[in-house]
C-alpha cells in the first residue's frame, strides 16, 4: 500500500528526493511520516507530517536540511534532502497513521513502505 522510491547513491552534501506513493487507504486523512534504519542501528524516526501538511515535524539533526511534503490529490509523500551526511546512510521508510495527527515513533503508524536504500559517501 505504501511504496517509497527516489533513493540512491550521492556523495556527501548531495541531494535526494524521496517519494512515496499510497493505495488503499485514506491517504488525505492519514498522517504521514519518514523512518531510517542504517545496519545493526534502531530504526529512528526522520520527519512527520499532518494530514493537510500544515503541521511538519523533524528529528533535530536534519532540521534545515530536509523537508517534508505531500501532495493529496497524488496520494504522495515527499521528502526532499540536502546536505546529505555519510551517517545518514540508511534504508529509508515511508509510514502511514489512520488518524490525521502525526507521531514520532515507529509504533503509532499503521501502515509501512518497504523502504528505499540512500547511500551517502564521503
Known amino acids: 500500500q505504501l511504496q517509497a522510491y527516489g533513493g540512491g547513491w550521492v556523495q556527501a552534501g548531495g541531494s535526494l528526493r524521496l517519494a512515496c506513493t499510497a493505495s488503499?487507504?485514506?491517504?488525505?486523512?492519514?498522517?504521514m511520516g519518514w523512518f531510517r534504519q542504517a545496519p545493526g542501528r534502531e530504526r529512528e524516526f526522520v520527519s512527520a507530517?499532518?494530514?493537510?501538511?500544515?503541521?511538519?515535524h523533524y528529528r533535530d539533526t536534519v532540521k534545515g536540511r530536509f523537508t517534508i511534503s505531500r501532495d493529496n490529490a497524488k496520494n504522495t509523500l515527499y521528502l526532499q534532502m540536502n546536505s546529505l551526511e555519510p551517517e545518514e546512510t540508511a534504508v529509508y521508510y515511508c509510514?502511514?497513521?489512520?488518524?490525521?495527527?502525526?507521531?514520532?515513533?515507529?509504533?503509532?503508524?499503521?501502515?509501512w513502505g518497504k523502504g528505499t536504500q540512500v547511500t551517502v559517501s564521503s
Open positions: 488503499g487507504l485514506t491517504f488525505n486523512m492519514s498522517a
Open positions: 509510514a502511514a497513521r489512520r488518524i490525521p495527527v502525526p507521531f514520532f515513533a515507529s509504533n503509532g503508524y499503521d501502515y
Open positions: 507530517i499532518n494530514w493537510n501538511g500544515d503541521s511538519t
